[in-house]
Structure formats: C-alpha cells, structure tokens
C-alpha cells in the first residue's frame, strides 16, 4: 500500500496542459525530493523529473515538477497523444525508497 | 549509454526460490556512485521496491521484504543478482533492475531494464 496518493486519471484534449498531483507527509516529501517516471503501454518505467524539478538529459521541457510542502506537481504542457501513459511519483519514506499509486493520463 | 537486461525462470512453483540476473552492458556497474535496485510491479498495479545493493556488497531491503530477499553482485560479470524465497502468488509481477542515484534526500532510477515476467504457480 502506497504512502504516496496520486489521483487514478487525468485527461485533457490534445494540445492542453495536465497536472497530476502527488500527495505525502512530512516523513517522505516534506523533506526529500521527488521523482516522476512515464510507464507507456507495455514498457518499463522511464525517468521524467528529478530533485523535484530537474529534467534529464533528452526529456523535452513540455514536462515540469514542483514540489510544495508535502505535495508535488507534475506538468505536462503541449499534450500529446504519445503522453498516453500511467505516471508515477518517488520518494524516500524512513530509509525506504516508495512509489505513488499511479496516474493514468488520457489524451481526448 | 548504460543499458539493463534481467533474466531468469518465467514460472516459479509456490514456496520456491525465485531468482534473477539484471546484466549491465554499456559501462562498468563499479564507476560511478551508483546503487542497483530490483522494482516489482504486479499486473494493473503500481511499483514497488524490493531492495538495493552498491558494488562493495552494502545492502538495503523493504522491510516488508527483508526476510525473504537476498541481493547480490558479481563485478566481474557486470551482474547483480535477486533472489526471493518462499515465493506465493502474491509475488507474481513483472520484475525490473535499475540503477539508482543517491544524493541527501533524493533518489531516482535510471535507466530501468525491459523487465521480466514471473509467474508463481504449480
């Protein structure tokens, strides 16, 4: 059971922006960072934002992340229906690395 | 680039041992200061952590795990390896090693292997 509560869905028409939510406490986002990973169909977990904000090498600016006492942001602007994907949050939590429950995006 | 491949039986009879071999090809799992990890995910469901281990041996474990999950390295082979025992069909998931990066309250894991399917049933 994860320690970290994502809404199941989003959507929006292509071309808008989305933002899933990623909801902690003090023991795991207040006060470490977070990460976010894109799961498209069939495929493994791939790395989007980390340390809250940072993007990695390769992944276009269309994503973003925020972070806001023990809840963090992501953003995904310019939607596209390649975005079709289930998007997941990560943090530390007591020494114990966790994931957030998940977030389907669906582009209308 | 670093690239991940895990390997190993798809089905494993209940209370047996369920073991996999992550292989990194593209760069030596001993440069950088990197932690390897194994990452489960059940169908339809989220992910979750089992447990990492640095290239001196050091392990960590999730405690709801511990008991059950031996981690393990082999530099020369450029593998790291999981071994869960006393398996049930709760521990059927699609397995995945990746390499994690550690800074002072920040973690992530990148790259991620393609993932294995293991199937616990008799």
């Known amino acids: 059971q994860s320690v970290l509560t994502q809404p199941p869905s989003v959507s929006a028409?292509?071309?808008?922006k989305v933002t899933i939510s990623c909801s902690g406490s003090s023991s795991n986002i207040g006060n470490?960072?977070?990460?976010?990973?894109?799961?498209?169909?069939?495929?493994?977990?791939?790395?989007?934002?980390?340390?809250?904000?940072?993007?990695?090498?390769?992944?276009?600016?269309?994503?973003?992340?925020?972070?806001?006492?023990?809840?963090?942001?992501?953003g995904i602007t310019g939607l596209q229906t390649g975005d079709?994907?289930?998007?997941?949050?990560?943090?530390?939590?007591?020494?114990?690395?966790?994931?957030?429950?998940?977030?389907?995006?669906?582009?209308l | 680039q670093v690239q991940l491949q895990e390997s190993g039986p798809g089905l494993v009879k209940p209370s047996q041992t369920l073991s996999l071999t992550c292989t990194v090809s593209g760069g030596s799992i001993s440069s950088g200061s990197y932690y390897w990890s194994w990452i489960r995910q059940p169908a339809g469901?989220?992910?979750?952590?089992?447990?990492?281990?640095?290239?001196s041996g050091s392990t960590n474990y999730n405690p709801s795990l511990k008991s059950r999950v031996t981690i393990s390295v082999d530099t020369s082979k450029n593998q790291f390896s999981l071994k869960l025992s006393s398996v049930t069909a709760a521990d059927t998931a699609v397995?995945?090693?990746?390499?994690?990066?550690?800074?002072?309250?920040?973690?992530?894991?990148d790259p991620w292997g393609q993932g294995t399917l293991v199937t616990v049933s008799s």
């Open chain 1, 84 to 107: 079709e994907a289930d998007y997941y949050c990560g943090t530390w939590d007591s020494s114990l690395e966790v994931f957030g429950t998940g977030t389907k995006v669906t582009v």
């Open chain 2, 45 to 55: 469901k989220g992910l979750e952590w089992i447990g990492r281990i640095y290239t």
């Open chain 1, 32 to 74: 470490n960072y977070v990460s976010w990973y894109q799961q498209l169909p069939g495929t493994a977990p791939k790395l989007l934002i980390y340390d809250n904000n940072k993007r990695p090498s390769g992944i276009p600016d269309r994503f973003s992340g925020s972070k806001s006492g023990t809840s963090a942001t992501l």
């Open chain 2, 95 to 109: 397995y995945y090693c990746a390499r994690a990066a550690y800074n002072w309250g920040s973690v992530w894991f």
């Open chain 1, 13 to 16: 028409a292509p071309g808008q």
